[in-house]
């Protein structure tokens, strides 16, 4: 028996624009109703997407609406987003089931994935991807992001991996699952609110087209999965990393000792160290969520630009001339 179709809601500006072969940018909506506080969380995801739009990309924000994975949301749909408490947030695992009873919920960066390849989609902007938390030996907290990379076709930007996690250990594991890490203007990996984490980045590529290129020398290639593309916070809005770890350090006390666990736990830290920061890594947040933007327009352009004209005969490689 053949699966039924997927839920799949397109918005019809989304739908033009990948039938016409322009450039499209998935976003994410786990950062709007999870990352941010309200009303700061609408008004980051207005400026993301009209960063986007002004580098010449259609903006596609993935979320599940009463039962369909809805790709590319109206302003009233993201306000409502925003708005809204204790929306459920989704990863893989969680996706099929919400779909299934007919639930809503904010993706991850893992289900914003699977929700821009179904509509396909090939760039996707976000903050910074969930990674392997600190003490994961012995909690096993290991984000569902990295293992998603590692099978999903979607090139995601980022500001690196949140600084709260253990980034020695994420770089390790993605590694191990064959994901490219590119870092971006800079040989360091960054820490999402500090340039660097003094971690080199396995990967450098400067240029949008080498990076749209290696994006689809993987599918050439045959190989599943995308590539983690690290693009350092803006210098003007950085935390460099010696201020930011004791208050991560008090962030992460405090997680232990109120018992958070499990999906509960990257919100409670962005949130705490929001707090903690006096609003500081709020405002470098939105700063490099809107630079991880307008790179992914650019990437996208320039994987718009190379894909083959509808229609147009496959290129044939030609037998050396006897
Ligand atoms: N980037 C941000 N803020 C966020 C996130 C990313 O700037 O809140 C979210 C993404 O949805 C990512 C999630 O997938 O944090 C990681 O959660 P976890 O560690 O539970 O996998
Ligand atoms: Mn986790």
């Given at each position: 028996?053949?699966?039924?179709?997927?839920?799949?809601?397109?918005?019809?500006?989304?739908?033009?624009?990948?039938?016409?072969?322009?450039?499209?940018?998935?976003?994410?909506s786990t950062i709007i109703s999870h990352g941010f506080p309200w009303p700061d969380n609408l008004a980051m995801a207005r400026s993301v997407e009209a960063?986007?739009?002004?580098?010449?990309?259609?903006?596609?924000?993935?979320?599940?609406?009463?039962?369909?994975?809805?790709?590319?949301?109206?302003?009233?749909?993201?306000?409502?987003?925003?708005?809204?408490?204790?929306?459920?947030?989704?990863?893989?695992?969680?996706?099929?089931?919400c779909l299934a009873t007919g639930g809503s919920g904010a993706t991850t960066v893992a289900a914003t994935m699977i929700g821009a390849h179904l509509a396909?989609?090939?760039?996707?902007?976000?903050?910074?991807?969930?990674?392997?938390?600190?003490?994961?030996?012995?909690?096993?907290?290991?984000?569902?992001?990295?293992?998603?990379?590692?099978?999903?076709?979607?090139?995601?930007?980022?500001?690196?991996?949140?600084?709260?996690?253990?980034?020695?250990?994420?770089?390790?594991?993605?590694?191990?699952?064959?994901?490219?890490?590119?870092?971006?203007?800079?040989?360091?990996?960054?820490?999402?609110?500090?340039?660097?984490?003094?971690?080199?980045?396995?990967?450098?590529?400067?240029?949008?087209?080498?990076?749209?290129?290696?994006?689809?020398?993987?599918?050439?290639?045959?190989?599943?999965?995308?590539?983690?593309?690290?693009?350092?916070?803006?210098?003007?809005?950085?935390?460099?990393?010696?201020?930011?770890?004791?208050?991560?350090?008090?962030?992460?006390?405090?997680?232990?000792?109120?018992?958070?666990?499990?999906?509960?736990?990257?919100?409670?830290?962005?949130?705490?160290?929001?707090?903690?920061?006096?609003?500081?890594?709020?405002?470098?947040?939105?700063?490099?969520?809107?630079?991880?933007?307008?790179?992914?327009?650019?990437?996208?352009?320039?994987?718009?630009?190379?894909?083959?004209?509808?229609?147009?005969?496959?290129?044939?490689?030609?037998?050396?001339?006897?």
């Amino acid at each position: 028996m053949n699966p039924a179709p997927a839920p799949l809601r397109l918005a019809p500006e989304v739908a033009g624009a990948l039938a016409a072969g322009r450039p499209v940018v998935a976003l994410e909506s786990t950062i709007i109703s999870h990352g941010f506080p309200w009303p700061d969380n609408l008004a980051m995801a207005r400026s993301v997407e009209a960063d986007l739009r002004a580098a010449g990309a259609v903006p596609a924000t993935v979320a599940v609406l009463e039962g369909r994975l809805c790709v590319g949301l109206s302003a009233a749909e993201t306000e409502a987003l925003a708005r809204v408490r204790g929306l459920p947030k989704l990863s893989r695992a969680d996706l099929a089931p919400c779909l299934a009873t007919g639930g809503s919920g904010a993706t991850t960066v893992a289900a914003t994935m699977i929700g821009a390849h179904l509509a396909g989609i090939e760039v996707f902007a976000t903050g910074g991807i969930g990674g392997v938390h600190r003490g994961a030996s012995e909690t096993f907290d290991i984000s569902a992001d990295l293992r998603e990379l590692a099978q999903t076709p979607v090139t995601v930007v980022a500001a690196g991996a949140k600084a709260i996690l253990d980034l020695p250990k994420t770089l390790e594991a993605l590694e191990t699952l064959g994901v490219p890490v590119i870092a971006v203007g800079q040989d360091a990996f960054p820490a999402f609110w500090a340039r660097t984490s003094g971690l080199a980045a396995p990967l450098r590529l400067d240029d949008p087209a080498a990076i749209a290129a290696a994006h689809r020398m993987r599918r050439a290639l045959g190989l599943p999965g995308g590539q983690l593309v690290a693009n350092p916070v803006p210098a003007a809005d950085e935390i460099p990393l010696d201020r930011l770890a004791p208050l991560i350090a008090q962030a992460e006390a405090e997680a232990r000792e109120a018992g958070i666990a499990g999906k509960a736990v990257t919100p409670f830290l962005l949130a705490r160290l929001d707090a903690l920061s006096g609003g500081a890594t709020r405002a470098a947040n939105r700063a490099l969520v809107r630079a991880n933007a307008r790179l992914a327009a650019a990437i996208a352009g320039e994987l718009a630009a190379s894909r083959p004209v509808p229609g147009a005969a496959a290129i044939v490689p030609g037998r050396p001339a006897s």
